[in-house]
């Protein structure tokens, strides 16, 4: 693929994610205690945790897709939103070993499915993992 066409993906990736993460990032933040639950419910958090983490997320969604949208600091939330992938594609991994029966506490945005806990999130935060890195690496040193 010619340096082109990976520079005019990365940027369609870039706005595709910061309008993503932005949207899940609001619905995180507005509710809070209820996206709590839904990390609670996979049990691998101490109790003590899940509270703080689900406010980190929410807000670390948001910040990471508004920058996105407005290309500041873009290697550093696109590396971001890879992370977090990451870290949602092992959780998701983790409660379909334990057989779990729950709110996968993803985005809630019909585009993306239904939000019970199945294969489709992993195969969805794979691909959502790799569009973030495609943008990260696709950057120019210079470009942040």
């Not at 990032?25 to 990390?39: H, N, R």
């Not at 992370?83 to 506490?105: H, K, Q, S």
């Not at 294969?119 to 790799?130: K, P």
């Amino acid at each position: 693929m010619d340096s082109t066409a990976v520079r005019s993906a990365a940027f369609f990736s870039r706005i595709f994610l910061g309008i993503l993460f932005i949207f899940s990032g609001i619905g995180k933040v507005i509710d809070v205690p209820g996206f709590a639950v839904a990390v609670s419910d996979y049990g691998i958090l101490p109790a003590v945790l899940v509270r703080p983490f689900a406010f980190l997320v929410a807000w670390t969604e948001l910040a990471a897709g508004l920058m996105l949208i407005f290309g500041a600091g873009v290697k550093w939330a696109a590396g971001t939103v890879a992370v977090l992938m990451g870290v949602f594609f092992i959780a998701a991994a983790v409660g379909l070993a334990r057989g779990l029966d729950i709110d996968c506490g993803c985005f809630d945005i019909p585009l993306f499915g239904p939000s019970k806990l199945g294969w489709h999130v992993l195969a969805r935060d794979a691909v959502l993992g790799g569009l973030a890195l495609l943008v990260s690496f696709a950057r120019k040193r210079s470009d942040g």
